[in-house]
């Protein structure tokens, strides 16, 4: 099963508004990070937030982690029709020997214009 | 630099036949992956190679082998493809292990009739 799972599963806003999405994981982690990927291409990494940090802010992107609750959220400011893509979060479990990279199943945004 | 490049972009085969999909990265990566991406879902790892001569299985390896070649390359195998297997799948790569960002290649379209 997957280790990561993103809700909404889809999300549709106009432009301007704020893209709120979430992520739940099962096991302890070293990390979370945030991917995003356009139709028919591979993804592309956003941002990265460790186990230490709580929230972490990359230009319109502002991520938090709560690890007693297992979850992240990654929010976008101000949306634009470009924002439109699939977005996924992917964890380092702790446990394996921190190769091994597991995706949730997205949230697909569109963004209205 | 090129990246993660990955042949053949689209192929279709018939049920039992064999290929191998290959990949290349020339970042000077240790890790190495082979994630499959059904419609609408996220992906799934097949198999990963945290350095050179090591492979390890994924969440899905069935149906698969790997050969990680040297530092740069890393295949997967379809011995006996089937339907099942139709997929997009995504190669990758990243410097080290946990808390390092993954880069993406461009992804194979693979269909199994």
């Known amino acids: 099963s997957q280790q990561g799972e993103e809700d909404p599963q889809a999300l549709s806003i106009q432009e301007g508004e704020n893209a709120t999405m979430n992520c739940s994981y099962k096991?302890?982690?070293?990390?979370l990070q945030w991917y995003r990927q356009n139709s028919g291409r591979g993804l592309v990494h956003l941002i990265l937030?460790?186990?230490?940090?709580r929230e972490k802010h990359s230009g319109r992107l502002r991520v938090t982690l709560d690890t007693s609750k297992k979850s992240s959220s990654l929010l976008i400011t101000a949306s634009r029709a470009a924002d439109t893509a699939s977005y996924f979060c992917a964890t380092d479990p702790q446990e394996t020997s921190g190769s091994r990279l597991t995706f949730g199943e997205g949230t697909q945004l569109t963004v209205n214009p | 630099n090129a990246g993660v490049t990955q042949t053949p972009k689209f192929q279709v085969l018939k049920t039992g036949q064999s290929m191998t999909l290959q990949c290349a990265q020339d970042?000077?990566?240790?890790?190495m992956y082979w994630y499959r991406q059904d419609p609408g879902m996220g992906l799934r790892l097949i198999y990963y190679s945290a350095s050179e001569g090591t492979t390890d299985k994924g969440e899905v390896p069935n149906g698969y082998n790997v050969s990680r070649l040297n530092k740069r390359e890393f295949s997967l195998r379809l011995e006996s493809a089937a339907p099942s297997q139709t997929s997009v799948y995504f190669c990758?790569?990243?410097?080290?292990?946990?808390?390092?960002?993954?880069?993406f290649g461009e992804g194979s379209w693979l269909t199994v009739v």
């Open positions: 990758a790569s990243r410097r080290g292990y946990s808390g390092n960002t993954i880069y």
């Open positions: 970042m000077n990566h240790n890790s």
């Open positions: 937030i460790r186990s230490n940090e």
């Open positions: 096991t302890s982690i070293n990390n």
